[in-house]
């Protein structure tokens, strides 16, 4: 496990939430939401197997699969 870093959470492709997340730092999402995605100051990654249906907002987003909603960053 030394290759995860302690400030890096990741959430995986066979998770699936219905509702909002906050994070801080940095955060690699995989998964299926039907919801928001938010942080004040955060690194967001939606991994290429990613379905977000909703809003998210971060200082810096990387998108690499499908986000149906509006993305506002700071950056």
């Known amino acids: 496990m030394a290759d995860i870093l302690p400030n890096k959470n990741n959430l995986s492709k066979d998770v699936e939430i219905k509702g909002s997340l906050k994070f801080e730092n940095e955060f690699v999402f995989d998964g299926n939401l ?3 995605i938010s942080s004040v100051d955060g690194i967001l990654t939606v991994g290429e197997n990613a379905d977000v249906g909703g809003e998210v907002k971060s200082k810096t987003v990387i998108v ?3 986000v149906h ?5 700071q950056e």
């Open 34 to 36: 039907q919801g928001q």
């Open 64 to 66: 690499k699969g499908k």
């Open 69 to 73: 909603g509006n993305i506002t960053v």
